[in-house]
């Protein structure tokens, strides 16, 4: 395998595992590349660390059939891919440090002709950046590199699938950059393939995220009033949905994951005066978390009042939406914290289907946990949710994920 790689990937998470494999499944030699021994490890034996449906089969054909080939460290290729995390730091403002240091690790193995593309989710001005630092290491590579920037929209759970049929916008830091990048997808991928500049790839990522951020922003706002107004929301949205040209999202409690609640901040942290609606988006579904949190306080509290004893609490969901196993970002996580850290005695029942053990809470079978509470809060839209009968009259249900109206 060593000096046969045709492709290095950089990062094999939910995104670069996939792409690996689906490069893979094309019978190319792919070297994959992942910081976490145990991640390497895992995938060295033909299985997977994260859940996602046909993955498993994918990747345990391309290890076995030896077109690719997990490492620590990366080896030399014609392609190199960049698929790290991107978080923010605490300001709010992007880290790009992953892809320095993804970019950094390969610097010694680039040669002339070589691509070099970044897929991470990344602020405006990144891929730029990058070719700046290789050709400040790497003078005599200087424009002899195919630099480019191809932004992922997967959505997790049908990964494998969207992965070939979604249309891909890909940006290079010129016009042969961007052509080499379009021909190397157009081996795998069967979307159509936009070409455009390395900057506006980068925004269009975010923009999609942001936009995504603000509508779902205008419906977790319109349940804020109709709480007050005493309105169903679930109702009024589906009622003003029938007007041919309006399509309101559905509120939720609050937005998570890696990118919707990440990328908008990529925008507002470089241009925070322009960008006003992006940044109360954010605000409002943030304070959409915080809101049901302050909701279950207080329902516990009138319990107590009436009933003179303790409520039971179920919480159910983590995951940052419906019938997923990822928790990142996620607003329920959030609000289950929070409502944990004013416990006083209550019983609580932490449920996510979707997982099977969680370090910090002690997680409890969903119709158990409907069974026993007194207080059932439907933090995640998750099927099992939909499908619970629940039987008991006297449960006071606070229902921030829309499960009765399906
Ligand atoms: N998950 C999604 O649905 C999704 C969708 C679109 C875009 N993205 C973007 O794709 C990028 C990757 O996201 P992800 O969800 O795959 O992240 P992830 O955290 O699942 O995976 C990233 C992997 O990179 C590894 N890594 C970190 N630093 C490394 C380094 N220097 N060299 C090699 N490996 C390294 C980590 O150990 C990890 O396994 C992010 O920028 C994200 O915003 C994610």
Known sequence: MEGKASVVMMGLGYIGLPTAALIAQNKTHVHGVD??????????????????????????????????????????????????????????????????????????????????IIESTSPIGTTEKMMDLIYSKRPELKDELFIAYCP????????????????RVIGGVNEESTERAV???????????HKTNARTAEMCKLVENSSRDVQIAFANELSLICDKAGINVWELINLANK?????????????????????????VADYPMESQIIGKAREINNYKSFWCAEKVKTAKLEFELKNGRKPGIALMGLAFKPNID????????????????????????????NIKSHRVFKLTDYKEAAKKADIIVFLVKHKEFIELDINGESKKILDFAGIKNV
């Open 183 to 193: 021909e190397f997808y157009a081996n795998f991928i069967k979307g159509e393939l």
């Open 152 to 167: 992922e929209r997967v959505l997790p759970g049908n990964v494998m699938y969207e992965l070939v049929h979604n249309d």
């Open 35 to 116: 910081i976490n021994p145990e991640v390497v490890e895992t995938i060295n034996k033909g299985k997977i660390h994260i859940i996602e449906p046909e993955l498993d089969n994918a990747v345990a054909a391309a290890v076995s059939e030896g077109y690719l080939k997990a490492a620590i460290t990366p080896v030399e290729a014609n392609t190199y891919l960049i698929v790290v995390p991107t978080p923010f730091k605490d300001k709010n403002e992007p880290d790009i440090s992953f892809v320095e240091a993804a970019t950094k690790a390969i610097l010694p193995l680039l040669k002339k002709g070589d691509l070099y």
């Open 243 to 267: 007007h041919p040209r309006v399509n309101i999202l559905q509120p939720g409690c609050g937005v998570g994951g890696h990118c919707i609640a990440v990328d908008p901040y990529f925008i």
């Open 326 to 353: 990822d928790l990142r970002e996620s607003p329920a996580k959030y609000i289950v914290q929070k409502v944990l850290q004013d416990a006083n005695n209550e019983e609580y029942y932490i449920v996510e289907p």
